[in-house]
């Protein structure tokens, strides 16, 4: 099952801004009641609500689709997690996840404008398979942890270089405002599973190529782990890295510029597709 977060036309009767849908094919199916993926995520019965769902539909094709999951409680992201990223940054595999966070204010949707910041000129793509929660838990033994997994999506974690490495803590380069594209759709765990290919391309020209199976640390490891440390929620997203093939990893080294187009894919999961556009 495919779920998104479609954003209504001004003037519809329901008054609403957003709703969350159901992908059949071509076809999108609201759901009614609930804003957005994340709001369905939190109704313990949600993936009940979904299939059966028969309300108002849409065209997919030309769709104006936020985010996935808007509002997010924690965007916990993960460092150094694809051996051939690992290698191309210089550093060693690691021995424990290397996790920093992002607000929700980051987010847009797969569609969206991609927003370069005034204030940097090092702006660099990463590729990286999503993982949404979709039932709480803390402490979650890694055997029992994709119970707690409702499924995948696609995200680019943007990076603003300069401002990443001015400190040994990365968050201020991580987080910029509408800089990180996310979806199109949550696919539910029953029809995907990690290992098709993942890449990224500039106007065209492939920089990252890699299976999402290729990862030091797993979506069931990271569950279980980040849930060691915080109780993990319903609508929660883990971005489990980036493999090799980054634009600041290469000589000379390669930043995204005003007018390109950034274009994220996973097989089975769908693509982002974002025009860069200097911020205003």
Not at 117 to 139: H, N, Y
Not at 150 to 177: H, P
Not at 267 to 273: A, I, R
């Amino acid at each position: 099952m495919k779920l998104l977060t479609l954003r209504l036309p001004a003037g519809t009767g329901s008054g609403k801004s957003t709703t969350a849908v159901r992908q059949d094919g071509e076809t999108l199916t609201e759901i009614p009641g609930f804003s957005d993926v994340g709001a369905l995520l939190q109704d313990p019965n949600w993936e009940t609500i979904a299939k059966d769902a028969n309300s108002a539909t849409h065209a997919f094709d030309g769709a104006d689709l936020a985010a996935v999951v808007p509002s997010p409680g924690k965007i916990i992201c993960v460092g150094h997690n694809y051996r051939n990223h690992i290698k191309e940054m210089g550093r060693d595999v690691p021995e424990y996840p290397t996790l920093f966070a992002k607000y929700a204010e980051s987010l847009i949707g797969p569609n969206d404008d991609l927003a370069l910041p005034q204030e940097s000129d090092t702006v660099d793509w990463e590729a990286e398979l999503a993982v949404v929660i979709g039932k709480a838990g803390r402490r979650i033994p890694e055997a029992e942890a994709a119970g707690h997994i409702a499924g995948y999506s696609v995200l680019n974690d943007i990076s603003m270089r300069d401002y990443q490495f001015r400190t040994i803590q990365w968050l201020q380069g991580k987080t910029w405002e509408k800089s990180t594209p996310f979806g199109p759709a949550l696919v539910t765990k029953d029809e995907f599973t990690p290992g098709p290919l993942m890449t990224s391309a500039v106007d065209g020209d492939v920089q990252q190529s890699t299976p999402t199976s290729d990862l030091v640390f797993t979506p069931e490891y990271l569950v279980s782990y980040i849930s060691t440390i915080i109780t993990l929620n319903p609508g929660d997203v883990i971005a489990t890295g980036t493999p090799g093939g980054v634009g600041h990893a290469q000589n000379p080294k390669r930043y995204l510029q005003e007018g390109q187009v950034l274009v994220t894919t996973i097989e089975g999961l769908g693509q982002l597709t974002n025009r860069v556009v200097k911020e205003a």
